[in-house]
Every structure is written in structure tokens, then in C-alpha cells.
């Protein structure tokens, strides 16, 4: 499964899905154009002529205009987006939730998907084909207390990925979202919460809700994206898939 003459964009490249994302897409042959507000955390793959580092705030509709603009005339072209970036929540009763944070994640979390979505499509019709994956979360089918707003978000991902993939299907345009169970990056941290001791947080209370009693890692993620995105998922679109060892059974 080789991805030779294909160019992908993740967005939230410098996160921990998103870095494995981009690493697994490379090792495959694609191109890939990364996208972050911290590209810094790229400086190691910067030797790759396959890839791109691009940094800017994905929420500036004019930036990510911009962006995709550049993407598509430094590779010729783009086949596929991955959207990794995403925000957390900390365990928080809803009468504490402010509606600034709750914009945030709002934002983060969806509008984000939306306006890459959006950007991504003429490109993707112009090939006569293309792929979309949106990162999601196991918390729309498992929700844990205090995380409504999160949940909120990545349910909208989800509604908003089935929709797309029904609007899209005739110009041969795949659209899939997937759904990660507890992974271990730091945004498992951010869940945790505050004060919180995280490496017991991740044992007793992430690690045992898995059934297949392991952390989902972030290149557990990676092959999954591989997959999504590739010929072999030809007739795979508006699916949910889950990547979280039986969380959500």
C-alpha cells in the first residue's frame, strides 16, 4: 500500500496522532503538507523533500484559503486531508463551563474540520476523486461526566462527516471519521484534569477501561488513517471507525 505521486495535508501535524499520521503517510511515499501553529515540532522530518511544514491558525478562513492555495501549487496537487488537530476538556460540571471555552473547543474541534473541508474540496473534485478523514472520539458512543462540551464537538464532527460523505459521494470523494479510544498523547493529560497524578490517571482510570487492557497509541491511529485513505477503503465512506480495543462495545 503505497501512497507514490499522492499528496496529503494533516492538520494538527505536530500533535502526537497527527506527527504518526504524517510520519506513516511519508514512510508510504506520499507527499505530505503539514500543518500546525507548531511546526517546530516537525524540525526533524524538515530534510524530507516530501514534505512541507506550513504554519498558520486554521480557524483565519483568508489563512486557510491561503494555505491549501500553496499546498496544491507546491505539490500539483492535493488527493486527501487528514484533520488530527483537536482540543481536550478537563472534567468540568457544566455550570462551570464558560462560554468562552466552550466556543474554543467548539472552534478547535469542528470549525476547524469544517473550514479545511471546505477548502479541500475543489482540489479533491478536480482529481476526479479524493479522501477525507476526521479524527472523532470514542466519547460520542462512551461520554464520561464533566466532558459534555468535548463530546458536543466530536459529535458534530461525526454528524458533519456522514453528511459530507452523502454530499460528496458522486464526485468520488470519500469521507470517513475515526473514532480513537484513550491514546496516549498529552492531550490524555489535559483529561486528567489539573493537580491530577497522570501517569495513575492513564493506569487506573484510561488504561482499565480498554477491554484489550492497553493504551491505543498514536501509531495505532496512523495505520488506521493509512487504511482510510488509501485505494483498498475504494468503498468506504460515511463510516465510523473505531480505533479503541473494545472501548465502545
Known amino acids: 500500500m503505497t501512497f507514490e505521486n ?5 492538520a ?35 530534510e524530507n523533500n516530501r514534505f512541507k511544514a ?19 501549487a507546491h505539490f500539483g496537487g492535493i488527493d486527501g486531508i487528514v484533520n ?18 466552550w466556543k474554543s473547543i467548539m472552534d478547535i ?36 461526566p464533566g466532558l459534555q462540551s468535548y463530546v458536543a464537538s466530536k459529535g458534530a464532527v461525526e454528524s458533519f462527516s456522514k453528511a459530507l460523505a452523502l454530499e460528496l459521494a458522486s464526485d468520488k470523494i470519500r469521507v470517513n471519521v475515526l473514532h480513537p479510544g484513550p491514546c496516549d498523547t498529552s492531550m490524555l493529560e489535559q483529561f486528567a484534569g489539573e493537580g491530577a497524578d497522570v ?20 501509531m495505532d491511529i496512523a495505520k488506521s488513517a493509512k487504511f482510510l485513505l488509501s485505494d483498498d477503503a475504494d468503498m468506504v465512506t460515511g463510516s465510523v471507525f473505531h480505533v479503541d480495543g473494545g472501548r465502545s462495545v
Request: hydrophobic share 40%.
Open 199 to 218: 501517569d495513575e490517571v492513564k493506569e487506573q482510570v484510561f488504561k482499565q477501561s480498554v477491554p484489550m487492557g492497553e493504551l491505543i497509541t498514536p
Open 84 to 101: 488530527a488537530a483537536g482540543i481536550a476538556q478537563s472534567a468540568t460540571p457544566i455550570e462551570e463551563v464558560n462560554l468562552e471555552k
Open 6 to 10: 499522492k499528496t496529503f495535508v494533516v
Open 12 to 46: 494538527g501535524a505536530a500533535g502526537g496522532m497527527g506527527k504518526a499520521i504524517v510520519t506513516k503517510l511519508l514512510d508510504a511515499q506520499a507527499n505530505v503538507a503539514g500543518c500546525d501553529l507548531h511546526v517546530d515540532n516537525l524540525a526533524d522530518l524538515k
Open 54 to 72: 506550513i504554519k498558520g491558525d486554521l480557524l483565519d478562513e483568508k489563512k486557510v484559503r491561503d494555505v491549501f492555495a500553496e499546498i496544491a
Open 109 to 144: 474541534n469542528m470549525t476547524m474540520t469544517f473550514l479545511t473541508c471546505r477548502e479541500a474540496t475543489p482540489y479533491l473534485k478536480r482529481n476526479g476523486k479524493g479522501t477525507i478523514v476526521n479524527i472523532g472520539s470514542v466519547s460520542t458512543t462512551r461520554p464520561r
